[in-house]
């Protein structure tokens, strides 16, 4: 495992992303015009790097994000259950400021560590990093020292990194929100995982 180097992405924009609303149920929209051209800068920006593998969620805009960044590779689109968004059981659809404070809530309960909490109707934290995770076991034991793009979604990248990597606590996975096609960049090593670059800003 040693050396592989993990980017975890938010998708493009989606017409939910402009009405925030709650969406978590795959596939989901589609990606807007605009989320296609930052689905294309992302490939752009990512035209240089060594990537072996392409990583996309079932959620169709997940799919659409990573589609560019494969065809600048050469590589496919590698569909991987796992790594989803949180499901947010009853608050989803919502768009109403009630359901994004109990939705944060909640969201900062996982940070600071209890996981049994789960969103109402939704899912805990222990289920969430179970199954994600388990995914990114997957990928690793396929492309062990590469270097893999995997395009999810922003909340569950936040709380990823925060039990992967020991230099991001939990304040800053509560409060450092990923843009659209913002990403996370994670490396391994013998002594664990740590966070090289949290869209841009090195750490």
Not at 130 to 141: C, G, P, S, V
Not at 173 to 180: R, T
């Amino acid at each position: 495992m040693s050396g592989t180097r993990l980017m975890l992405v938010r998708h493009g924009e989606t017409e939910s992303n402009l009405r925030r609303a709650l969406d978590s149920a795959p596939p989901g929209p589609p990606l807007t015009p605009e989320g296609r051209r930052q689905a294309d800068a992302l490939a752009d920006r990512l035209a240089a790097d060594p990537v072996v593998a392409i990583y996309a969620s079932t959620a169709t805009r997940a799919q659409q994000t990573a589609e560019p960044v494969a065809k600048a590779h050469g590589l496919p689109v590698e569909i991987i259950d796992g790594v989803h968004e949180v499901f947010v059981g009853d608050l989803e659809g919502r768009t109403d400021s009630e359901a994004r404070d109990e939705f944060y809530d909640v969201f900062k309960a996982w940070a600071a560590g209890d996981l049994e909490r789960s969103m109402p109707g939704g899912e805990s934290a222990a289920r969430i990093r179970e199954r994600y995770l388990t995914a990114i076991d997957q990928i690793l034991e396929r492309h062990p020292g590469g270097h893999v793009v995997v395009v999810s979604h922003g909340g569950v990248i936040r709380l990823v990194a925060q039990w992967l990597a020991g230099n991001v606590d939990h304040k800053l996975a509560s409060v450092a929100l990923l843009p659209n096609t913002g990403h996370v960049l994670l490396e391994s090593a013998e002594s664990g995982w740590r966070c090289l670059e949290w869209t841009g800003v090195e750490l």
